[in-house]
Protein backbone atom coordinates (compact mmCIF):
# COMPACT_ATOMS: atom_id res chain seq x y z
CA UNK A 1 0.00 0.00 0.00
CA UNK A 2 1.45 3.51 -0.61
CA UNK A 3 1.36 6.31 1.46
CA UNK A 4 0.07 9.46 -0.43
CA UNK A 5 0.47 12.87 1.34
CA UNK A 6 -1.70 15.79 0.98
CA UNK A 7 -0.29 18.62 -1.24
CA UNK A 8 -1.79 21.67 -0.10
CA UNK A 9 -2.74 24.05 -2.96
CA UNK A 10 -2.04 27.95 -2.77
CA UNK A 11 -5.02 29.69 -3.39
CA UNK A 12 -4.88 32.52 -4.85
CA UNK A 13 -6.86 35.27 -3.65
CA UNK A 14 -10.64 35.67 -5.49
CA UNK A 15 -10.67 38.70 -8.15
CA UNK A 16 -13.82 40.10 -8.92
CA UNK A 17 -14.77 38.46 -12.43
CA UNK A 18 -14.60 41.35 -15.24
CA UNK A 19 -17.74 42.36 -17.72
CA UNK A 20 -17.25 42.68 -20.90
CA UNK A 21 -17.10 46.23 -22.44
CA UNK A 22 -20.19 48.34 -22.97
CA UNK A 23 -22.02 47.70 -26.57
CA UNK A 24 -22.07 50.81 -27.38
CA UNK A 25 -18.23 51.12 -28.05
CA UNK A 26 -16.93 52.59 -25.28
CA UNK A 27 -14.58 51.31 -22.62
CA UNK A 28 -16.47 51.06 -19.83
CA UNK A 29 -17.96 48.00 -18.48
CA UNK A 30 -21.68 47.71 -19.62
CA UNK A 31 -23.15 48.67 -15.52
CA UNK A 32 -21.30 51.05 -15.65
CA UNK A 33 -21.47 52.65 -19.25
CA UNK A 34 -25.27 52.03 -20.73
CA UNK A 35 -26.10 49.68 -17.58
CA UNK A 36 -26.90 52.45 -15.29
CA UNK A 37 -28.73 54.68 -18.39
CA UNK A 38 -31.30 51.32 -18.89
CA UNK A 39 -31.57 50.89 -14.78
CA UNK A 40 -33.03 54.40 -14.53
CA UNK A 41 -29.83 55.56 -12.35
CA UNK A 42 -28.59 58.51 -14.68
CA UNK A 43 -30.05 60.11 -17.60
CA UNK A 44 -27.88 60.76 -20.66
CA UNK A 45 -26.16 63.82 -20.45
CA UNK A 46 -26.25 64.37 -24.69
CA UNK A 47 -27.84 63.58 -28.03
CA UNK A 48 -24.67 60.66 -28.46
CA UNK A 49 -24.80 59.21 -25.26
CA UNK A 50 -28.44 58.88 -25.75
CA UNK A 51 -28.21 57.03 -29.05
CA UNK A 52 -25.09 54.85 -27.53
CA UNK A 53 -27.28 53.73 -24.86
CA UNK A 54 -30.43 53.34 -27.57
CA UNK A 55 -27.91 51.38 -29.68
CA UNK A 56 -26.71 48.77 -26.34
CA UNK A 57 -30.98 48.91 -25.18
CA UNK A 58 -31.66 47.38 -29.22
CA UNK A 59 -28.41 44.66 -28.28
CA UNK A 60 -29.93 43.91 -25.13
CA UNK A 61 -33.45 43.98 -26.33
CA UNK A 62 -34.73 46.65 -23.63
CA UNK A 63 -38.13 47.11 -25.00
CA UNK A 64 -38.85 49.59 -21.87
CA UNK A 65 -35.76 51.94 -22.29
CA UNK A 66 -36.23 52.27 -25.77
CA UNK A 67 -39.84 53.05 -25.54
CA UNK A 68 -39.46 55.59 -22.44
CA UNK A 69 -36.60 57.26 -24.65
CA UNK A 70 -38.35 57.52 -27.51
CA UNK A 71 -40.20 61.28 -28.10
CA UNK A 72 -44.33 61.15 -26.91
CA UNK A 73 -45.34 62.61 -30.53
CA UNK A 74 -42.85 59.43 -32.62
CA UNK A 75 -42.76 56.70 -30.45
CA UNK A 76 -44.32 53.14 -31.52
CA UNK A 77 -46.96 51.44 -29.07
CA UNK A 78 -43.91 48.86 -29.20
CA UNK A 79 -41.29 47.58 -30.38
CA UNK A 80 -40.54 44.16 -32.51
CA UNK A 81 -36.90 42.38 -32.36
CA UNK A 82 -35.77 40.76 -34.90
CA UNK A 83 -35.08 36.90 -33.06
CA UNK A 84 -32.29 36.48 -35.44
CA UNK A 85 -30.48 39.95 -35.48
CA UNK A 86 -27.09 40.20 -33.95
CA UNK A 87 -25.70 43.95 -33.61
CA UNK A 88 -22.19 43.23 -33.79
CA UNK A 89 -21.02 47.42 -33.35
CA UNK A 90 -21.64 51.14 -33.72
CA UNK A 91 -19.50 53.54 -34.93
CA UNK A 92 -20.72 57.41 -34.35
CA UNK A 93 -19.76 59.53 -38.25
CA UNK A 94 -21.10 62.79 -37.04
CA UNK A 95 -22.62 64.65 -34.14
CA UNK A 96 -24.45 68.46 -34.47
CA UNK A 97 -25.28 69.87 -31.25
CA UNK A 98 -26.78 68.30 -28.73
CA UNK A 99 -25.02 68.69 -25.47
CA UNK A 100 -26.06 70.77 -22.18
CA UNK A 101 -25.92 73.98 -23.73
CA UNK A 102 -28.45 72.52 -26.66
CA UNK A 103 -32.39 71.67 -26.83
CA UNK A 104 -32.04 69.31 -30.15
CA UNK A 105 -29.05 67.52 -32.02
CA UNK A 106 -28.71 64.85 -34.31
CA UNK A 107 -26.26 62.25 -34.41
CA UNK A 108 -25.42 59.83 -37.65
CA UNK A 109 -24.24 56.61 -37.29
CA UNK A 110 -23.09 53.53 -38.48
CA UNK A 111 -24.97 50.59 -36.75
CA UNK A 112 -23.39 46.88 -37.80
CA UNK A 113 -25.02 43.10 -37.72
CA UNK A 114 -24.39 40.38 -38.70
CA UNK A 115 -24.83 40.41 -42.30
CA UNK A 116 -24.82 44.30 -43.17
CA UNK A 117 -25.37 48.05 -41.85
CA UNK A 118 -27.76 50.02 -40.76
CA UNK A 119 -26.60 54.59 -41.41
CA UNK A 120 -28.93 56.77 -40.12
CA UNK A 121 -28.87 60.13 -38.91
CA UNK A 122 -30.75 60.71 -35.92
CA UNK A 123 -32.77 63.38 -34.39
CA UNK A 124 -32.81 63.95 -30.51
CA UNK A 125 -34.88 66.56 -28.74
CA UNK A 126 -34.86 67.57 -24.97
CA UNK A 127 -38.71 66.96 -23.37
CA UNK A 128 -38.99 67.55 -19.94
CA UNK A 129 -35.46 68.45 -19.60
CA UNK A 130 -34.32 64.83 -20.80
CA UNK A 131 -32.77 63.83 -24.46
CA UNK A 132 -35.55 61.80 -26.31
CA UNK A 133 -35.14 60.05 -29.81
CA UNK A 134 -37.27 62.16 -31.72
CA UNK A 135 -36.45 60.08 -35.75
CA UNK A 136 -33.82 59.24 -38.64
CA UNK A 137 -33.19 59.08 -41.78
CA UNK A 138 -31.92 55.85 -42.83
CA UNK A 139 -29.71 56.00 -45.66
CA UNK A 140 -31.05 53.13 -47.90
CA UNK A 141 -27.39 52.34 -50.06
CA UNK A 142 -25.89 51.51 -47.08
CA UNK A 143 -27.60 47.52 -46.84
CA UNK A 144 -30.08 48.59 -44.09
CA UNK A 145 -32.35 45.96 -43.56
CA UNK A 146 -36.29 46.47 -42.76
CA UNK A 147 -37.46 45.98 -39.11
CA UNK A 148 -33.53 47.52 -37.92
CA UNK A 149 -34.90 50.89 -38.48
CA UNK A 150 -36.20 51.63 -35.00
CA UNK A 151 -32.89 52.80 -33.80
Same mark, same amino acid.
Given at each position: ? !? +??? =???? %??? &? ?38 ? !? +??? =???? %??? &????RTWHPRTRP ?19 GDGTAFHTT ?47
Open positions: M !S +RRT =AHLR %RQR &PSTPVQSSTCPCGLAETYERCCGRFHRGQAAAPTAETLMR !S +RYS =AFVK %RDE &PYLLAGISFDPGMRWTGLEIIETGTVSFRASYRGGALRERSRFERADGAWVYVDGDIDAGAGSEQGAQDS
